[in-house]
């Protein structure tokens, strides 16, 4: 099995900071999952990635495949950015996740 | 992008019960969709995997006469928790499975169904 593990496990973050989450995972894999859960539980896929470096408004998600080891950045900061934010790394059959990194962004 | 709903978003149920969840990929179809489940402060934890027209393919330790699946198109997958116990209280999550065009699978996630057995 893949382990996946995420850092920090908790972050709290003034608004307007740049912030970042790191993934690192253990055996090779087809493709990288970044999701975001809300505090409902409603989850979102924000990227899949696979290699490089994608971007999409004020997140960028990074990869390096040899290192075995993403990161989800977070430019300028904003309360409702506060959500579990989730590395999941696709294997042969399905899914193997982190335990999410909660954020909190203040005013 | 794509959606993925669920139905119901909450269900609180008496010990004993059975509880269907259905899960629908609404603008692609989907050969595969798995079933999450999510404990509080926990992981997700894949329980199975769903192929459109087969039996599902259970994780280790998940009760496939407790928990049935049937993958009966390729938009609709259920999710039945048979003779609920309070220990099955749990946030159920599925996904759906589309492959991106030329490129590796896409996961698009349902909005999760939180159980309450009492």
């Known amino acids: 099995k893949n382990e996946v593990e995420q850092s920090p496990q908790n972050l709290t973050a003034q608004e307007g900071e740049f912030i970042t989450i790191n993934c690192s995972y253990s055996?090779?894999?087809?493709?990288l999952h970044w999701l975001q859960q809300h505090p409902g539980g409603g989850i979102v896929s924000l990227f899949m990635?696979?290699?490089g470096k994608k971007k999409h408004g004020r997140l960028i998600a990074t990869i390096n495949i040899q290192e075995k080891h993403s990161s989800l950045h977070i430019t300028a900061s904003h309360p409702r950015d506060s959500a579990v934010y989730i590395c999941?790394?696709?294997?042969?059959?399905?899914?193997?996740f982190g335990k999410g990194t909660s954020l909190l962004v203040t005013p | 992008g794509a959606v993925v709903s669920q139905h119901p978003s909450r269900v609180i149920c008496k010990s004993g019960t059975s509880v269907k969840i259905e899960c629908r990929s609404l603008?692609?179809?989907?050969?595969?969709m798995f079933w999450y489940r999510q404990f509080p402060k926990q992981s997700l934890m894949l329980m199975a995997t769903?192929?459109?027209?087969?039996?599902?393919?259970?994780e280790q330790g998940v009760e496939k006469d407790k928990f049935l699946i049937n993958h009966a198109s390729l938009t609709l997958s259920t999710l039945t928790v048979t003779s609920a116990h309070p220990e099955d209280s749990s946030f159920y999550i599925c996904?759906?499975?589309?492959?991106?065009?030329?490129?590796?699978?896409?996961?698009?996630f349902g909005p999760g169904t939180r159980l309450t057995v009492t």
């Open positions: 769903s192929n459109e027209g087969s039996k599902a393919t259970y």
């Open positions: 996904s759906a499975q589309s492959r991106g065009s030329g490129g590796p699978y896409e996961q698009y």
């Open positions: 999941a790394v696709e294997g042969t059959r399905s899914l193997n």
């Open positions: 055996v090779g894999i087809s493709a």
């Open positions: 603008d692609f179809q989907a050969t595969t």
């Open positions: 990635l696979s290699s």
